[in-house]
T-cell receptor
């Protein structure tokens, strides 16, 4: 089991609220990722980071933002949640190796009413 | 363009029978290939990967995958299916073109094992 944690696991929130999804890993991995996944569907990369102070947008446009102030921590923030943001958000990390095996957290299921 | 395809949305197998979940890929150069499994309300779990070497790769929970360069395939297999193998399976390939160091995931195959 990978040492990567996400909180909260489930969140139900009203439209317009600001939310932060937490992701932490204790493996010392340089690279971290955020994916968005509708239930039972494919994954879409929305943000990634190569290390501290490095953040990049992924393949799927997202209104969320991320920060990487510490190696182990990669939070995702939505300034104003909308029903279209309802989804599962998965965090992952990997070492800086050519094989790049990614290890995933348990996910946060977000519902915006 | 680099991509990975899982041609079956769903695979149904009786418990005890062998199972195969199909995956084909398209990459520039040598592929780095992965299989992940996702159980309900969970994140993805790494099963196995192919980097180089033997074409038959063994992974977790009795799964194995066969790399076939001529057919550009990386099918996931298990000799005898268990009901507990029922889950969503993702094939993935390392993106070797972009500088972003990403993994490209397939659309997923739902495996259902009936008792």
């Amino acid at each position: 089991e990978a040492d990567i944690y996400q909180t909260p696991r489930y969140l139900v929130i009203g439209t317009g609220k600001k939310i932060t999804l937490e992701c932490s890993q204790t493996m010392g991995h340089d690279k971290m990722y955020w994916y968005q996944q509708d239930p039972g569907m494919e994954l879409h990369l929305i943000h990634y980071s190569y290390g501290v102070n490095s953040t990049e947008k992924g393949d799927l446009s997202s209104e969320s933002t991320v920060s990487r102030i510490r190696t182990e921590h990669f939070p995702l923030t939505l300034e104003s949640a909308r029903p279209s943001h309802t989804s599962q958000y998965l965090c992952a990390s990997s070492e800086f190796q050519i094989s790049d095996t990614q290890y995933f957290g348990p996910g946060t299921r977000l519902t915006v009413l | 363009a680099q991509s990975v395809a899982q041609p079956e949305d769903q695979v149904n197998v009786a418990e005890g029978n062998p199972l195969t979940v199909k995956c084909t890929y398209s990459v520039s150069g040598n592929p780095y290939l992965f299989w992940y499994v996702q159980y309900p309300n969970r994140g993805l779990q790494f099963l196995l990967k192919y980097i180089t070497g033997d074409n038959l790769v063994k992974g977790s929970y009795g799964f194995e995958a066969e790399f076939n360069k001529s057919q550009t395939s990386f099918h996931l297999k298990k000799p005898s299916a268990l009901v507990s193998d029922s889950a969503l399976y993702f094939c993935a390939v390392r993106d070797m073109v972009s500088s972003a160091s990403k993994i490209i995931f397939g659309s997923g195959t739902r495996l259902s094992i009936r008792p």
